[in-house]
């Protein structure tokens, strides 16, 4: 049986005791999770320039005509991708969702907001979450605790603690 709040209502999506989104790394398996019910998030630094990015959202798109988006995690990086130009052709191809994830992404809800996107932050502090929906506006908070792989944060906090 779905459910129904209005995180799924805002999101366009339903969910069958499972959780609600999940990153996928190729166009197959987001369309599979919108298919289902949930929200399909295609990693955009999985690819390597926005050309690429363009062609995996065109392959996400025709095995669903669900709701799905796109994950930006902003890394420190001596050669840091085009993070820009990837946000851009998602706008640009119909993405409406977005989740932010890494450093500072105040730019990337700012340029998300001003097309009309709904934006997730990813974050792993309570100090993360306040700034991120007091001063940079993101619509949706994803509280990601020290057992969450791969994000665990500075200071290794779990996460029914921050929830």
């Known amino acids: 049986m779905p459910i129904v709040t209005p995180l799924t209502k805002s999101l366009n999506i339903r969910t069958c005791r499972a959780r609600w989104y999940a990153m996928g790394w190729g166009p197959e398996l987001v369309a ?29 798109r025709k095995p669903t005509d ?59 502090t309570i100090r993360h979450a306040k700034a991120s929906m007091d001063w940079m506006g993101a619509d949706i908070l994803s509280i990601d605790g020290f057992e969450c792989a791969g994000h665990p944060g500075e200071e290794d906090i779990g996460g029914l603690v921050l929830v």
């Open 32 to 60: 599979a999770i919108s298919n289902a019910g949930g929200l399909g998030l295609l990693t955009a630094l999985t690819q390597p320039n926005p050309d690429a990015l363009r062609e995996a959202i065109g392959k996400t």
């Open 66 to 124: 669900k709701c799905f988006g796109m994950n930006i995690t902003i890394l420190p990086s001596i050669n840091p991708p085009d993070y820009e130009g990837h946000a851009r052709v998602a706008v640009e191809e119909g993405v409406k969702i977005f989740e932010t994830a890494g450093n500072n992404p105040a730019p990337f809800i700012k340029f998300s907001k001003q097309n009309g996107c709904v934006v997730i932050h990813k974050c792993t």
